[in-house]
């Protein structure tokens, strides 16, 4: 055996070796990989406050990580088995289509253009806004149609930047896009003035305002919402299992809140006798084998994470940084649009 | 005694067993270029039938017919008409339009530092050249990303356009850009490019008339006054011709922006700054070392010709140095190209950027970055086969 | 007939002082600035204005790095009172600059990891170690302790996702993990760009002049949106592997060239000669060719592995938290937003720093070289 078959077979064995450290995991059976792996792996936004944001030692806390959290309790029974991944607007498509994380609860409006074209399948919607402006309360900006000449701050690939381009075609307006991806240096460029408007979904800029600026009050959210923004979890096509089980742990949040079941209170309504209530918590039905997890799956959801009015209280109730009326985001039975599916 | 009948061995070929065949080294070559082509066509094929099996799998569109679908979004700077109405195509070409604007205008930039500096690096004076070294290593080992980011929060932080410096009365400098007054578009302009272009051709033909004559009859015609006369000459005269118009669109402060005058925007300059800072670096390199590969024997004799030292720098040392110079100097160039491509971070609606977009809304990953990856590719391949066609004018020809 | 007195050199009488050249007398200080600094009018004139502009930059600095500067304090207010330069910031922000995503209890970890990794380099660059069998199981185990450092998940650290590795470690990865996979392949590339064989030339010109003509940014792109569409359904390679494979390879496409410019410059003798002993094409290229050509070419190979260092900050562009995208980041913070000048300096000086530290090694290989020791 001279040198030369060795140092072959040196570099054959490295080879093999490179490639056995790719991962496998069975496509289509997203829930197989998950349990397997032992965590969620969920695309969050960076930092967008009440949403998702982590603080300064690295925890994150937020609406949508608490849907991630609700996900996790569903699967594992444990909320805390959930890894966060950070992605730009640009990353997040690429990151849920390539398998970098299993769900997207990141801001993400529910188009036809992504339905099809990306690929993803829409949870039902979580948030119901629309597209709003933050101005500089110096400028003298009352209304959306004193914007005209402006230059207005977005961020490139959301519904964001169509829905810009629309409003202010149908207002006959002009305006200059500034268009930069990194979310940080996107606020960075709106409050040194170098656009006159900073334009996101309604819901996140009054975080932006307490968070991302020196002086929140010299900011000011013009009145009026401009598009329809609903905001829901995405998972790829192609995995029904996956899909379905995202699809009801959202609907048993709405069901919770809707039957007056809390986190306080879970544990007295399993002795219910409302038949809807024993089918949520599992008392009944094996509706937790049907969706490939277990039977009390809505039970941890709900103890573990809360119910809706719960989950939204404690990041846009009254009294934290980031207050906001619940508007659209209230039950069918109080006028709103949350409508959760029968459990049965 | 040699024998003469048909049994002589001597030329005959060898038997042609199996062991002859696999020890034969042309026959080895070959099939170890077969199985090499085999295994590149089998990867070839099986990454491409993954990429169709994936993205059928997830629904993913694929084919290039989106870059006729409308684009809906708005893009900030342009040089041609746009808007949202447009087709991602035309996105596409208004991304290019703006890379060729950013690239050309850092060449310029580039080469006037670069030259200069790199003439500095290596001047008899002991604290220019110093200092000319102390920039060179400065601006070479910063990475150009960090550079950009530096200028374009810089540029971001001048003060807003209600406290816009004014630049002697012609322009204002904000946080939007800078803004300066420009002559009134006015027809004649079209003409007056048209007489510039002329120009530049005219005098190029001089210059290479001048060295024919030189050349065959041995004096020395200087065409540098005449070269510049029909540079600007021209234009003038098409002014002049036109009427002479002098009206000046001043940029007025109105409403948010400024009307009138033209603006530079600061995502444009950073972009710029930083590019151009970067790539002059290595310019002050290559020209430095251009110019010390001259054999110092040549200058010697042509001092001792008794030249003046313009006119040994014009025909003697440039010449030489130029050979050394030119290939690394393109290869710099094409490198400033690709790296305009950063504007993805300060927000400058370049090609990179835009496909960065229409990869986003559309979803086609492939498409998109097949798209950009080619139009650089067919920039890079076009200077290199310039630059082959540059070396083999000028290599010396050895007898 | 001339005799020789006619010819002799005019000898000095013993009253007149005779020239004698000292190579090591030192010029007077006053000489040697007239002749370095004010040779002619023109050069007086131009010594005189760039000193004047030196001096008064060099004094701008001072007032406003040093004598108008806040050192330390944790609150931004007296920052916006003084008038200079705010190096709190640094002091205040040097943890997620340096560290980015990483669990902030863990960053002793960090240290304790890029004291390994320097002491690594350091010793591997010396060439009294240059020895296989030092050197192949320094790196081994340099590279599992780093491993069991920055993953975690045995002898009882918490374990850390590649994801959430930031900051200079991150750079220092991408860095070691482009050159250590980089070089072999561009190796490969350069023997098969000028190899015999039309197909291994063919595949490696186009590979070679494909990945040059394309900016890096397109590249990453491939490797993080694209290249998991390559993989058969179910595979998944990691992120931060991908992202380092992509840069290593555009790495050895540019070094490939390098290469193959000193392989040109090796005589047609040396392969001859090689040929005349009977050495297969293996065994020429590992123990004639290719210790020669890479000799030559050593400047320019170390010229791009000084460039692929700053390469590795363009994966800002893709998300991950390198130590510029770390600083970025941390520049958001309202209160210490408008000191972004002092936190860019800081790391401008930490590439500085490690650039004309592997310049200044690659002028000292240079000599070496020239004088033969390796």
Redesign the interface.
Known sequence: MNKDFKLKTALCAIGLATLGSAGFAD??DTLASVKERGEVLCGVHPARHGFAAPNSKGHWDGFEVDYCHAIAAAVFGDADKVRFVALS??QR??AI?SGEVDVLVRNVTATL??D????LNFAPPIFYTGTGFLVHAD?GVKTVED?????ICVA??STT??N???IF?TRGMD????????NK??V??YV???C?ALTKDKAALPGVRAYDTENPAEHVLLPGIFSKEPLAAAV???DDQWYDLVKWVTYATFNAEELGVTSENADDMKSSDNVDIQSLLGVTGDYGSKLGVSEDWAYNVITQVGNYAEIYARHFGPGSPVELDRDLNTLWVDGGLLYGFPIK | MTHIDGSDQRGAKPRQTLSTLLYSKSFR?AV??VV??AV?IFIGLF?YQ??V???R?????TGFGFLEQTS?????EKMITY???DSYGRAFVVGLLNTLSVSAAGIFLATLIGFTVGISRIS?????SK?ATGYV??V???????QV??WS??L??LP??RNAVEVYGVGFLT??GLTFAVPATHPIHSTMGIALVAGIVLAILGSIWARRHRESTGTYVNMLWPSIGLVIGLPVLAWLFGGAPTAISYPVQK???FQGGVTIS??FTALLIGIALYASGFIAEIVRAGLQATPKGQIEAARSMGFRPWFVTRYVVLPQALRVIVPPLTSQY?SLI??S??A????Y?DL??IG??V????????EA?AV??LV??T???ITSTFMNFYNRLVAIKER | MTTQSQHAPKMATPLEPVMQFDPNAKVPFAKWVQK??F?SLW?SL??LV??AL?LRFAWFVLKWGVIDAVFYTPDPDVCRAAAGACWAVIVEKHRPMLFGLYPYDEHWRLVIMMVVYLSTIVASLMPKLWNFKILIPLWILSVTSIGILMFGGVLGLVYVPTSEWGGLPLTMILFSGTVLIGMPVAVVLALGRRS?????RG?SVVFI??L???????IL??AV??F??????GVEVNKLLRITVGIAIFFACYQAEVIRGGLQAIPTGQYEAAASLNMSYWQTTRKIILPQALRISLPAITNHI?AAM??T??V??IGLFDI?TAT?AV?QDPLWR?Y??EA?LF??AV??FF??AL?LYARQVEKWINSGRI
């Open positions: 496509s289509g607007s640009q498509f690429p289509q253009g992504r099809t074209a990306l690929g400028s914007l005209d000449g402006a230059t490139p690939g930047e169509r810009v381009a629309q075609a305006y200059t896009p500034v268009v930069i991806e990194n240096q996107l960075d460029a040194t003035g170098r006159d790829r096509q192609g | 070559t170890t270029q090499m082509a590149v990454l993954n990429v099996e994936n993205l799998a997830q629904n993913i569109a809906q979004f708005d893009i900030g808007s949202a109405r008899s004076n002991w604290l220019l200092v290593e400065i070479r080992n910063i990475p150009v990303i960090l980011i530096f929060v810089l971001r932080n807003n356009a946080n939007r409403g948010f922006n600061p995502e094409v690709k790296n491509s950063i993805v971070v300060v927000g609606p990179v950027n960065n977009t990869m986003n809304q559309t979803g086609q990953a492939v970055i950009m990856m650089y590719l920039i890079s391949l | 370095h600094l040779t050069q131009m010594t760039v000193a030196l015999p064989m039309p197909v291994a595949v002049e494909a040059r003509g394309v900016p890096l940014i397109t792109f491939v949106n694209v998991p569409l390559f993989l058969p359904a000084i700053k390469n900050s363009f800002i562009i510029l970025t520049m408008r972004y000048i860019y790391v401008a590439y500085l650039g004309y310049s």
